[in-house]
């Protein structure tokens, strides 16, 4: 499949660590916050979700951490496996807006046995 | 349900041609928006359509237009064909305009401009 980005940082793990992605946004209007998993070939799938109004959101096996002081948003991955290998982008926008996302620039993670 | 669908999935063309790719968006789903996907670039914001209306444009010149119809479907052309252009091309689907309802996207459209 195509390559999503050639020189994206890359967070290399090991099969069953935990990761840890991080992503600064930009707007401090946004107030809702996604991360997206995008595999080789294909869009970018939804994953997990918060709202301004918290500081952690869990899902299954991704927990997702916003500091809204710093702008900093993180997503954490439990127990990595390799199907996780893939993109993983922050987005952010304004809930009272329009649909308009705005992405950081991504990073890729690498799974390895 | 089915998932976000585009069409054509690839496509090839030279400088100065025009080109419309299609987007049928979640069942139900009544608002598309477009990004542009590239090495250098990232993910784009390109517009969003709801009922039929453009509500909001990204940055990117007039070559860059779409519409959406009655039944949600949406489509976006550019025109006269610049080598920049080659990306991927990403449509979104959500239930309404705004909020924080989840966007969807399809698979993509890979466009090279030769």
């Known amino acids: 499949g195509e390559s999503v980005g050639l020189h994206l940082p890359t967070l290399s793990v090991q099969e069953g660590d935990n990761s840890i992605i991080n992503c600064a946004y930009s707007n401090s209007a946004s107030d809702y916050f996604i991360w997206y998993k995008q595999e080789s070939g294909k869009g970018p799938q939804f994953i997990i979700d918060i709202r301004s109004n918290m500081d952690k959101r869990q899902g299954q096996r991704v927990t997702v951490l916003l500091n809204k002081t710093v702008k900093h948003l993180s997503l954490q991955i439990a127990a990595t496996q390799p199907g996780d290998s893939a993109v993983y982008f922050c987005?952010?926008?304004?809930?009272?807006?329009?649909?308009?996302?705005?992405f950081g620039a991504g990073t890729r993670l690498a799974v390895h046995p | 349900k089915a998932g976000v669908t585009q069409t054509p999935r690839y496509l090839i063309k030279t400088r100065g041609q025009q080109v419309t790719l299609s987007c049928s968006p979640i069942s139900g789903h009544r608002s598309v928006s477009w990004y542009q996907q590239t090495p250098g670039q990232g993910l784009q914001f390109l517009f969003e359509?709801?009922?039929?209306?453009?509500?909001n444009k990204g940055n990117f010149p007039g070559r860059f237009s779409g519409r959406q119809f009655s039944n949600s479907r949406s489509e976006m052309n550019v025109s006269t064909l610049e080598l920049g252009d080659s990306a991927l091309y990403l449509c979104?689907?959500?239930?309404?305009?705004?909020?924080?309802?989840?966007?969807?996207f399809g698979p993509g459209t890979r466009l090279t401009v030769l």
């Open positions: 359509y709801f009922s039929e209306t453009q509500r």
């Open positions: 979104a689907s959500s239930p309404n305009a705004g909020g924080t309802d989840t966007q969807y």
């Open positions: 987005a952010e926008k304004r809930s009272g807006g329009y649909n308009k996302l705005i």
